[in-house]
């Protein structure tokens, strides 16, 4: 069992910056891949980034490369997502989730934190 915690969202004017963080407690942190993905009100959940569990393997959204760096601290228990030049379309709330697999798809993932929203002005 894994529980995820999500912190650091807010309101930012559009070319600013936030970073997320996702604290894990549980056992074994260091052996699941992590992932970021948003929701916007009345979109599907969407994948941002994941990172694998040695942090070896990194993939983004075509719409956030270049903005976003996922990373993590395993000694921490943390992953982070740093985003930069924010735009209005990133508004959503945005989850961390933890699964075995290097996976792109939310259905696959296991476990999920409650979110953190970001709104960014234009």
């Known amino acids: 069992q894994v529980h995820l915690v999500e912190s650091g969202g807010g309101l930012v004017q559009a070319g600013g910056s936030l970073r997320l963080s996702c604290a894990a407690s549980g056992r074994s942190f260091s052996s699941y891949a992590m992932g970021w993905f948003r929701q916007a009100p009345g979109k599907e959940r969407e994948f941002v980034a994941v990172?694998?569990?040695?942090?070896?393997?990194?993939y983004y959204a075509d719409s956030v490369k270049g903005r976003f760096t996922i990373s993590r601290d395993n000694a921490k228990n943390t992953v982070y997502l740093q985003m930069n030049s924010l735009k209005p379309e990133d508004t959503a709330v945005y989850y961390c989730?933890?699964?075995?697999?290097?996976?792109?798809?939310?259905?696959?993932?296991?476990?999920w934190g409650q979110g953190t929203q970001v709104t960014v002005s234009s």
């Open positions: 989730a933890a699964n075995r697999g290097y996976e792109f798809s939310p259905r696959t993932y296991d476990y």
């Open positions: 990172i694998s569990w040695s942090g070896g393997r990194i």
